[in-house]
């Protein structure tokens, strides 16, 4: 049962290069959540989707992008990496809105950018 | 602004005794809290939620304590047991949106033998 996976586990950057973080969930689930952490800052929104075709921004989107062809996949792309973006990101999904929904998270990227 | 706040980054309990951990939120349009917890080098995993027509949920040795009126809400470990160590988040989210979860910034509990 792999839920969410996350892929690379660890990435170091320079400052201006570009990379995807992947995350696939085999969960068949409509929700996709992309969240960093930082230190002392818990876990912050970046972007969301809702489903195939339909992502939104959420609270710190600026300096990423994403798409959702699939139901299984949402990657998040970085298109200019800066030292600002050295975090912890995780990806999450869920079956459905509504009370009683869970998010299921993943083990999470660890990404440095020099 | 901070919309879901956790005042305490960190908190010592001898194992076996009650771990209180607390969180306060600002948004009257939460409607639905939940409490992940993790550990180091994993993605946080769920643990408890309760919904703003409850007062109380309880799930074998946790408990969420929901105050409305104070925009408050608690989680009760008995008794603490070191394998409880780990961070705590609060989390909150309004209209069924669960995708889109405010989190506050964590409670490091330690559970000491």
């Known amino acids: 049962n792999a839920g969410v996976t996350q892929t690379p586990k660890f990435q170091v950057l320079k400052t201006g290069q570009s990379m995807t973080l992947q995350c696939a969930q085999d969960?068949?689930?409509?929700?996709m959540s992309w969240y960093r952490q930082d230190p002392g800052m818990g876990l912050r929104l970046i972007h969301y989707s809702v489903g195939a075709g339909i992502t939104d921004q959420g609270e710190v989107p600026n300096g990423y992008n994403v798409s959702r062809s699939t139901t299984e996949d949402f990657p998040l792309r970085l298109l200019s990496a800066a030292p600002s973006q050295t975090s912890v990101y995780f990806c999450?999904?869920?079956?459905?809105?509504?009370?009683?929904?869970?998010?299921?998270f993943g083990s999470g990227t660890q990404l440095s950018v020099l | 602004d901070q919309q879901v706040k956790q005042n305490s980054p960190s908190l010592s309990v001898q194992e076996g005794r009650i771990s209180i951990l607390n969180c306060d939120y600002t948004?009257?349009?939460?409607?639905?809290f939940l409490w992940y917890k993790k550990y180091p080098a994993e993605g946080p995993t769920f643990l408890i939620s309760?919904?703003?027509?409850?007062d109380k949920n309880e799930d074998g040795r946790f408990t969420v304590f929901l105050n409305k009126s104070a925009k408050h809400l608690s989680l009760h470990i008995v008794p603490s047991q070191p394998g409880d160590s780990a961070v705590y988040f609060c989390?909150?989210?309004?209209?069924?949106?669960?995708?889109?979860?405010?989190f506050g910034k964590g409670t490091l509990l330690t559970v000491n033998p």
């Open positions: 948004n009257s349009m939460f409607d639905y």
């Open positions: 999450a999904s869920t079956p459905d809105q509504g009370l009683g929904e869970k998010l299921f």
């Open positions: 969960m068949n689930h409509e929700y």
């Open positions: 989390a909150a989210s309004s209209g069924g949106s669960n995708y889109k979860l405010t």
């Open positions: 309760i919904s703003s027509i409850k």
